[in-house]
């Protein structure tokens, strides 16, 4: 299934290149906005297989690798720039190619760092909106987008590996887990 070019990607790879080349250019170190907007479009497009060499990225950067999971910096593709998501809600966009990516982060939660009571916090980090994973595949799902019948079964399993990891409805109240 081909997709059409997507403009905000390109927009937002410009404006983040275009802020390196100013804090290069003024010999001021990135800020951790700059990184997180910076892998926020990384995490866009990497491979699932690479998913795993993207968080030891995350922790040779100069912050915390939670801090990627904990911000509502991201530019989901279903919203305007008003609205700003976590990393984790881009899954939800191209379910296809992005569902194992949340087994390989509870791995890295669960068994690298022995900490799997942060997987829960990461799948319920609200955009500014409010919604959590779990409340923005349902919006999606509202606005009939990912409803291509080759998505269903993706979807159907993105959103019982979210609830069996403790991800929650917040703002679709009448939703609850299977």
């Known amino acids: 299934m081909n997709k059409p070019f997507n403009f905000k990607k390109l927009a937002a790879l410009s404006l983040t290149l275009l802020m390196f080349a100013t804090a290069t250019s003024a010999e001021t ?11 926020c479009m990384k995490f866009d497009q990497t491979p699932k297989e690479l998913v795993g060499s993207l968080i030891k990225e995350f922790e040779q950067s100069p912050f915390p690798a939670d801090e990627y999971f904990f911000h509502n910096k991201c530019q989901s593709e279903n919203y305007s720039r008003a609205v700003k998501s976590p990393m984790i809600h881009s899954i939800a966009d191209a ?42 595949i349902e919006t999606l799902r509202v606005k009939g987008k990912n409803s291509h019948p080759g998505l269903l079964l993706p979807i159907k399993n993105l959103i019982l590996y979210t609830c069996l990891r403790g991800g929650v409805y917040s703002v679709h109240k009448d939703k609850s887990c299977p």
Not at 29 to 39: C, H, L, N, R, V
Request: proline share 9%; net charge negative; charged share 30%.
């Open 29 to 39: 170190e990135p800020t951790q906005e700059d990184y997180i907007e910076k892998y």
């Open 95 to 136: 379910p296809e190619s992005r569902a194992d990516f949340l087994h390989s982060i509870w791995l890295y939660y669960s068994r690298k760092r022995k900490e799997p009571q942060i997987f829960p916090k990461i799948l319920n980090m609200p955009n500014t909106k409010g919604e959590t994973l779990l409340d923005y």
